[in-house]
């Protein structure tokens, strides 16, 4: 970005998507600074949504971890081991 500024390229021309956000056949934005800097606030939005799902999902995974290994030492006390 800042060698596009730095070139004399504005950042208020942008090219808008073609497509929705959620479309698989979206293309690029464009090349200009201004369709550059959308992609790449699109793309830390996207990263900063997967990081809140990675967390929620690691939260359930060992919630289930946890509940299978209680199940397993119950287990082994009611076999007598």
Known sequence: MTAHR???HSLKSRTGPAASFVAAE???RGVEAGGLLDTIIEDRLVLEKVKQLES???YQIEKLVRLA???A????VVNGM
């Open 69 to 71: 290994e209680e199940e």
């Open 6 to 8: 730095l070139l004399g």
């Open 26 to 28: 979206r293309t690029a």
């Open 56 to 58: 929620k999902m690691r």
């Open 73 to 76: 030492t119950e287990e082994d």
